[in-house]
């Protein structure tokens, strides 16, 4: 058996058939997704993330390549992959007017399970996501977090080996994301793979074990969360001078290339990439402290997802994504 649950080789799709002015979809994209791992893929507005899960869940046929989920063919093997998956798409499939536990049951009963398989699988998913005590009520009265809970349960009603979260967490306040977040957490805990698309770069970073990011339909970058921050600059010491005067003194006394430092005279601020984290903050406090020159702030940090994203992409993260 492979180690890859999600294999996507070479895959292109356009839209109304490639012909005239139709730019494609995807454009010769390639991922590979670990067995038990989170993989979230990021992307601006029009990038190919949900044209992508679409084919993943067989709801597409890609014009050409190869893509495989568990190790069946998306193509020839559709009802095998669909046998395999479970999808959260990015509005809720329940019926506001039933309890939670039917809601479940009714999935249960649409994937074909007996009914006493589809009442013992509500009572498990129900647990599982703190919603017990809630099964009796009508999902209308759920807030939004117990609303995505329960959606994420009805994902998993077949027990799947793969499942697609696209954007899950979109329109839900801090706490809904964060109860979201650790059920994402306990399912891969429990062995289920997960490929997530997001607009919330936090949420790559909190939940991904690996990242891509996507840009007019190819994969533009892809590695860990620490990988990526640092192949676009890593660590670099950020330092607020009380007097805007003194930048260009302060520039000198910095013990990194010159052309590398950036100076904001609005913010009084001088950033520089460094390598050695600690020793770097040392002599920089000890350079400023014999020159007089005095700092408001001094501080090391590593860049975010914001910035590696704006940076390999050129677009701003926080567009939704339209198709």
Not at 282 to 292: C, Q
């Amino acid at each position: 058996m492979t180690d890859a649950a999600i294999t996507v080789e070479d895959v292109r799709k356009t839209y109304g058939g490639g012909g005239g002015n139709n730019r494609p979809a995807l454009d010769g994209l390639d991922l590979t997704v670990a067995r038990g791992t989170v993989h979230a893929v990021l992307g601006p507005n029009g990038a190919g993330k949900t044209t992508l899960v679409r084919i993943l869940a067989t709801l597409l046929r890609p014009d050409a390549g190869r893509v495989e989920v568990a190790g069946c063919d998306v193509v020839r093997e559709a009802y095998a992959v669909r046998l395999r998956i479970g999808l959260l798409g990015q509005h809720a499939a329940l019926d506001e007017e039933l309890g939670g536990r039917q809601n479940l049951e009714l999935f249960g009963r649409l994937y074909h399970l007996g009914a006493r398989r589809a009442r013992a699988r509500a009572g498990e998913l129900l647990e599982r996501f703190e919603l017990s005590g809630t099964g009796h009520k009508a999902v209308k009265q759920y807030s939004g977090g117990m609303r995505r809970r329960l959606d994420l349960a009805a994902s998993l009603i077949t027990e799947p080996e793969v499942l697609f979260l696209d954007e899950p967490t979109t329109g839900l306040d801090p706490r809904g994301r964060a109860e979201v977040w650790d059920s994402v957490r306990s399912l891969v805990g429990g062995g289920t793979t997960v490929l997530l698309t997001t607009q919330y770069l936090e949420e790559a970073d909190q939940l991904a074990d690996r990242i891509s990011l996507v840009d007019a339909g190819r994969v533009v970058a892809d590695g860990t969360a620490d990988e990526l921050k640092a192949a676009t600059g890593g660590d670099r010491i950020d330092v607020v001078l009380r007097d805007a005067g003194q930048l260009g003194a302060a520039v000198a006394l910095l013990p990194v290339p010159k052309d590398a430092v950036t100076v904001d005279t609005d913010r009084r601020l001088l950033s520089a990439p460094v390598t050695d984290r600690m020793a770097a903050l040392a002599a920089v406090v000890r350079a400023l402290a014999e020159a007089g020159v005095e700092a408001e702030d001094i501080a090391l940090r590593r860049p975010t997802l914001d910035e590696v994203f704006l940076r390999l992409t050129g677009h701003d993260e926080r567009v939704k994504e339209a198709a």
